[in-house]
C-alpha cells in the first residue's frame, strides 16, 4: 500500500517558489520549486480554448504534452 502524500502550498513570499512537501509513514521532505527568474511571457488568464487564440491555445497545449511526455 502506497502512503505517500504530496502537498503543495502556495508561497509565502515574493522571492521564494511553492512549497511541496512529500511525506510517507516513516520520513517528509519540504523543499520549494525555484520562482523563474525573468517573466519572458504573460501567462494566460485562462486556459480554455475560448479564452485565447486558437494558436496561442494550441502552442500552450504542446507546451504541456511535451512536460508530461518528460515524466513518462
Excluded at 6 to 25: A, D, L, N, Y
Excluded at 28 to 53: D, G, I, M, N, Y
Amino acid at each position: 500500500m502506497n502512503d505517500k502524500k504530496i502537498h503543495v502550498f502556495e508561497p509565502s513570499s515574493k522571492h521564494v517558489g511553492v512549497e511541496v512537501t512529500v511525506s510517507t509513514r516513516k520520513s517528509r521532505k519540504t523543499f520549494h520549486l525555484k520562482r523563474p527568474t525573468v517573466k519572458s511571457e504573460q501567462p494566460p488568464l485562462a486556459v480554455e480554448s475560448f479564452a485565447v487564440c486558437p494558436e496561442r491555445y494550441a502552442e500552450l497545449m504542446n507546451r504541456v504534452e511535451s512536460l508530461n511526455r518528460s515524466f513518462k
